[in-house]
């Protein structure tokens, strides 16, 4: 580690405030080098979702992106595309931004490295539709008797429905 006064900050946060599970969604940050120091080469970003705006282990890492070299006082804009997981149920989540999540820039404060960003989430969900009227081949059938139908399932939601059964009464 090449020792500096660099110090580096995440701003200036922009997440959607809300989104459906199972979509992507374009995040944006600024990363600021605070200190007196050049902060040479790669600067990693982190990207976190999470239950409250803190991070810790248990936040689900999302993806990174990387910026490189930045002077004193610069800043660069990082934007990031993120894909919600399918699992994620509807509620209020956070998106954590963690800039230099392995200490590797020698920096004055090592503290301010992480945000976050409120977001509301809607969870995907199948949502199957009988789409025209059953058709039934025999319409005064004998007790006992077999009777055919036709009829067309549709799954409008969006989230894959896997296998299913229709019942018919």
Request: proline share 4%; net charge neutral.
């Amino acid at each position: 580690r090449k020792e500096s006064s660099a110090a580096s900050d995440v701003y200036k946060r922009q997440a959607p405030g809300s989104s459906t599970g199972a979509a992507n969604i374009s995040v944006s940050c600024v990363v600021k080098n605070i200190g007196t120091g050049t902060v040479n080469g790669n600067v990693a970003l982190d990207f976190y979702l999470s239950n409250d705006p803190t991070y810790s282990v248990n936040d689900q890492h999302m993806g990174s992106a990387t910026t490189f070299n930045i002077n004193p006082g610069a800043q660069k804009t990082v934007f990031k595309s993120l894909t919600i997981p399918t699992i994620t149920t509807s509620g209020n989540y956070y998106i954590v931004y963690r800039v230099d999540r392995f200490n590797s820039i020698a920096e004055t404060n090592e503290n301010n490295n992480t945000h976050s960003e409120q977001i509301y989430l809607t969870a995907s969900q199948a949502d199957l539709l009988i789409i025209n009227y059953p058709s039934v081949s025999n319409i005064s059938p004998e007790p006992g008797n077999t009777i055919s139908t036709n009829f067309v399932v549709r799954n409008a939601g969006s989230l894959a429905a896997g296998v299913n059964y229709t019942r018919i009464y």
